[in-house]
């Protein structure tokens, strides 16, 4: 082997860079066979082709520590390494193969495929001719991976020391490349396409300078491009394909705890990702695995090969299907507006459609990730995970208990399963139908899936991320065959229902918009849910359904009333407040106001350094945001009219909530009323109009409801009391289950609970069982009501004339000649609307 290496090393190491600058248009063809040829052998030549340096360069020497970093409070003396991605990219042999793409625009510049065949008159193109093109684009592609393919897919089979080495490579490019899912290294900068649109209308540099820009980041940051990501992704996808959907029993999910050096490799920057259980658990599992023997026997290739799939497709397949996102968002957004930005975005759109929209692709990846839905259900329910794979699901999918290899899975598997499905249905154009990625999906698994996440909060604990299952959910039972299921699978009728509810109280935790300060996000997500309900509702299974868990989980329940009575309060509240507001600045003559203001006239702490709004998403048109919360209000007080009527019951059971519910919703209607009297008086009084114009009156009631402002229709909070019994309950449970472990702290608080809670009881019975009643309730009892005579009486009697100021009588007058203004106003309505005004009998 030394002899060989010494003399055909050399060869084939000038051979593999005679590659190097490899792209669509030269493909070099005829230094890609000789590889090819080579490859092909699975002998001692191809064995030799993965230890030359040209195969994986060797990693870059450590940067000394900075001395001057070192001395500075806080900073560490270190120098962050880039990522060994773009070398990967420049300077192997699998990097110049798998290069060769439709989407690297900034990197290709003039050879690129926007610049030859979508550079300009975009907008006057044909549907035949742009989808030509795009043809031409995937084919061209295609021929690229199976290229790609006929030298991988030889040296897999060459040995296992040249399949390690295949493997490592496609690690180590998804280990370099993991700066690619930092905020920083996107498009968007993490702030949604909404983002990168606001970012395109304050930029001073146009789109193509920032996707320059996109190439030096990667560059100095050593993270791929997205064509080589989108490239190498598909490759690996090819290799997950033999996986068949029976087989997924046999996938590790214990991987991720393995110690081998191959294995560490394979895992990278899994390692440290967030998992499904907390740390305590991870470890737990580890020292169970470890028991029994489940990682002592070497790793199968599969199980390598469906992890390394898992990593591309949270490092290189999301952040390029976000990409795609944004510019499809720009396209829209400035049709009417730029046609620079427009035919710039929309060019970058299609060549982005070249590769993610075609069959091919999306048939494979269809298929990864009905084997990543098959995996994750099987890891929470082991011994059911054969009945996952045939489609023979019974029983529910709601449990308080899964498996232990369930904490060990990373948190991002699932949040990137829902978040290509969102992007997939945003991008589908309207009237078009679903993608065609759901044609290759189980619906079953899909649909089982997500309800397993809505009804398990224990075990999938982000709320946001329920909260967009929920909206995937809507939106598949638009699509025949889901909603086929859904009205059919006795599992789905019976835990679709209550997983709706517990999410709906699950995204109270979500956090609000910090671009967006009037639109809660939460909002946003419990909409879809509300419009889930009314579809399942009318079924009867689904109705039984509700029935039943409003009887087995009453505080449950009860806590999702109500959040709907707290959600419809704050929405019709803030639309009756922007209306009066509204009407306020047109009796003023201020409908400039009406408008977002230019962000030079917004207050310094309000803009960015750029001297853009900070807060322009919150400037919205008044009139549209008005619209948006009533309708908000008329939806949530109708599903809480739909729920409560299935299960009435439950709500008499509870007296206290129900007065609670009365109570605050009697309270409501009358702030309301009573805040939209008070608008006539604070416009007279010079203080009251000051205060509420105040900075800290607005800074305040943006965190607190606006029904607290008049004192006698402040709500009741129930949760303070909830709280102290809950507490009280939880630790005594703890003590009854840990007993005799026991120590001095735990039993003194232990005992101050218990008493505190019976002080509560004994309180609450003795308040029950007083004869006497409550005095000051007696006392308004025993008040004398005033019959109507006696109110005449007292209402003839002149009152007594007080002397006046002479700024008195000027503040009275104005007064008066403002009532006398509205009288007017109200008798030419009456002239005008005749038959509106009321007549006498």
Request: aromatic share 8%; with cysteine.
């Amino acid at each position: 082997p030394d002899q060989m290496a010494a003399i055909f090393g050399p060869f084939l190491n000038q051979a593999c860079f005679s590659l190097r600058g490899r792209n669509l248009v030269d493909q070099k063809l005829e230094e890609f066979r000789l590889i090819a040829d080579v490859s092909a052998t699975k002998g001692p030549l191809a064995k030799l082709l993965v230890t030359l340096p040209a195969f994986r360069p060797a990693a870059a020497p450590q940067a000394a520590p900075n001395p001057l970093m070192s001395m500075m409070a806080g900073a560490s003396g270190s120098v962050p390494q880039p990522g060994m991605g773009w070398r990967l990219q420049s300077e192997s042999l699998l990097g110049w193969i798998l290069s060769p793409t439709c989407i690297d625009t900034a990197l290709y510049k003039e050879q690129s495929a926007r610049s030859v065949h979508f550079s300009r008159g975009l907008a006057s193109r044909s549907r035949s001719s742009v989808e030509s093109v795009q043809r031409l684009l995937r084919d061209t592609v295609q021929e690229v991976l199976r290229q790609g393919s006929s030298v991988v897919a030889p040296l897999l089979r060459a040995g296992e020391a040249s399949r390690n080495a295949v493997v490592a490579w496609f690690a180590a490019l998804i280990t370099g490349s993991q700066a690619r899912t930092k905020s920083a290294n996107m498009m968007d900068q993490g702030q949604g396409p909404q983002g990168f649109i606001h970012m395109l209308e304050n930029a001073p540099v146009p789109l193509d300078m920032q996707m320059q820009m996109q190439i030096m980041k990667a560059q100095s940051s050593g993270f791929a491009t997205s064509g080589l990501c989108v490239n190498s992704f598909w490759a690996i996808l090819e290799l997950v394909k033999p996986i068949k959907l029976a087989q997924v029993s046999t996938l590790e999910p214990f991987y991720l705890l393995r110690e081998g050096d191959h294995d560490k490799e394979v895992i990278g920057g899994f390692i440290d990702e967030p998992r499904f259980g907390e740390t305590s658990e991870v470890e737990a599992t580890k020292a169970y695995a470890k028991s029994k023997g489940l990682l002592t026997d070497p790793s199968k290739f599969p199980t390598q090969i469906f992890w390394l799939a898992i990593r591309a497709f949270h490092v290189f397949c999301v952040p390029v299907m976000k990409e795609n996102l944004c510019m499809v968002a720009a396209a829209g957004y400035f049709h009417t507006k730029n046609m620079a930005i427009m035919e710039t975005a929309m060019g970058e759109h299609l060549v982005y459609e070249a590769i993610l929209g075609s069959s091919a692709f999306l048939g494979d990846l269809g298929t990864f990730l009905n084997l990543v839905m098959a995996f994750c259900l099987g890891a929470a329910f082991p011994d059911r995970v054969a009945d996952f794979a045939a489609g023979k699901v019974q029983g529910s999918v709601l449990t308080e208990e899964v498996s232990p290899q369930w904490s060990v899975l990373p948190s991002c598997i699932l949040e990137d399963v829902i978040e290509v499905l969102e992007i997939v249905t945003s991008i589908q154009p309207q009237g078009k139908g679903p993608s065609e990625l759901f044609l290759h999906l189980d619906a079953q698994l899909l649909l089982l899936m997500v309800t397993f996440m809505l009804g398990n909060g224990n075990h999938v604990k982000n709320p946001n991320l329920r909260g967009k299952a929920a909206t995937l959910l809507k939106n598949l039972t638009s699509n025949s065959n889901y909603r086929h299921l859904v009205e059919n699978s006795p599992v789905l009728a019976n835990d679709i229902i209550p997983g709706c509810i517990r999410v709906f109280t699950a995204v109270e935790k979500t956090k609000q918009s910090f671009y967006d300060i009037r639109m809660q996000l939460k909002y946003q997500l419990r909409i879809p849910i509300m419009e889930l309900f009314e579809r399942m509702l009318p079924l009867e299974a689904h109705k039984k359904a509700l029935k039943s868990f409003a009887t087995e989980n009453p505080d449950e329940f009860l806590k999702f009333l109500n959040n709907l009575m707290n959600d419809a309060t704050m929405q019709l509240e803030e639309g009756m407040d922007t209306l009066i507001e509204i009407r306020r600045l047109m009796k003023e003559g201020k409908q400039a106001e009406l408008q977002r203001p230019a962000a030079s006239s917004v207050a310094e702490d309000e803009q960015t350094g750029e001297g853009a709004d900070l807060y322009a998403r919150s400037r919205a048109d008044p009139k549209a945001h008005c619209k948006q919360y009533m309708q908000m209000g008329h939806r949530t007080i109708s599903t809480l009219w739909s729920i409560s009527r299935e299960a009435p019951t439950v709500i008499i059971s509870k007296l206290n909530v129900l007065q609670q519910m009365l109570h605050n919703c009697s309270c409501a209607t009358a702030s309301s009323v009573g805040r939209g009297l008070h608008f006539w008086i604070a416009q007279r009084d010079a203080a009251v109009a000051a205060l509420e114009a105040s900075s800290d009156w607005k800074l305040h009631f943006r965190r607190h409801s606006q029904s607290d402002t008049l004192w006698r229709y402040r709500k009741l909070p129930l949760w303070k009391s909830w709280s102290r019994v809950l507490q009280a309950c939880g630790l005594l449970t703890w003590a009854w289950l840990i007993y005799p472990q026991w120590d001095i702290v735990f039993i003194l608080g232990a005992s101050l609970n218990l008493v505190d809670l019976c002080f509560a009881l004994a309180g609450w019975i003795h308040g029950r069982m007083q004869p006497d009643g409550d005095p000051v309730l007696e006392w308004f009892d025993d008040l004398e009501d005033t019959d109507s005579e006696e109110e005449a009486a007292a209402s003839s009697q002149e009152p007594p004339i007080l002397p006046e100021t002479p700024e008195e009588e000027i503040q009275r007058m104005q007064i008066e000649e403002m009532r006398q203004e509205d009288s007017w106003k109200a008798a030419r309505r009456r002239i005008s609307n005749p038959a509106q005004t009321p007549r006498s009998s």
